[in-house]
């Protein structure tokens, strides 16, 4: 599913920078984790040239990334104005927003005003932590901006693939017409044959 994806047309992903937040979410998907190791996380984030070469990544900033990750994976979703309620058979787990709350208490920001414009930046020194909190000064600025909302999680429980909306009326509700649109219209219509059984 997750190459069926990467053939879609550019204009389909999020605007930059909030576009590292779509892809950091992605980096989970049903055929597995991008990010699963430590040095899969280091590599993942030097690509995107939020830390340096050769930064070491130990097992528990990998735990913590894959934590703020799911964090924002349930952000997303109540972008769609879906309630995250458990249990959850698709992997959304409810009570990550509340886990990435205490998280951030760990990753400061402050306001750098020595760039124009002034923008919010990572106070802890080291590159990982930096790296983290990075990506929550941008979903802080899409939020300012009025992008944020247009980031959704794909309502097909067998997906939740991040997405940005770029709908005119913003109600998009799946990542792809095609494969989890059509998944749910069928289950639908499945579901209205057998009698709602």
């Given at each position: 599913m997750e190459n069926e994806r990467a053939t879609e047309p550019e204009t389909g992903m999020a605007p930059k920078p909030l576009r590292v937040i779509e892809e950091f979410i992605n980096t989970r998907h049903q055929d597995g984790d991008e990010l699963a190791t430590p040095d899969q996380l280091a590599t993942w984030l030097h690509a995107?040239?939020?830390?340096?070469?050769?930064?070491?990544?130990?097992?528990?900033?990998?735990?913590?990334?894959?934590?703020?990750?799911?964090g924002l994976r349930a952000l997303i979703a109540a972008n769609n104005e879906e309630p995250v309620s458990s249990p959850r058979p698709d992997g959304l787990d409810p009570a990550a927003r509340a886990e990435l709350a205490e998280l951030t208490r760990?990753?400061?920001?402050?306001?750098?005003?020595?760039?124009?414009?002034?923008?919010?930046?990572?106070?802890d020194p080291g590159p990982v932590e930096a790296a983290l909190a990075g990506l929550l000064a941008v979903v802080a600025e899409a939020a300012a901006d009025g992008t944020w909302t247009r980031l959704k999680a794909?309502?097909?429980?067998?997906?939740?693939?991040?997405?940005?909306?770029?709908?005119?009326?913003?109600?998009r509700t799946w990542c792809s017409m095609e494969l989890c649109g059509n998944r749910a219209k069928a289950?639908?219509?499945?579901h209205r044959r057998s009698g709602g059984r």
């Open positions: 995107r040239g939020l830390v340096p070469a050769g930064t070491e990544v130990t097992a528990e900033q990998r735990d913590r990334a894959g934590r703020v990750r799911e760990d990753l400061p920001l402050m306001l750098d005003v020595t760039v124009s414009p002034p923008r919010l930046v990572a106070r794909c309502r097909e429980p067998s997906c939740r693939w991040a997405y940005y909306d770029h709908s005119r009326n913003r109600r289950r639908a219509s499945h």
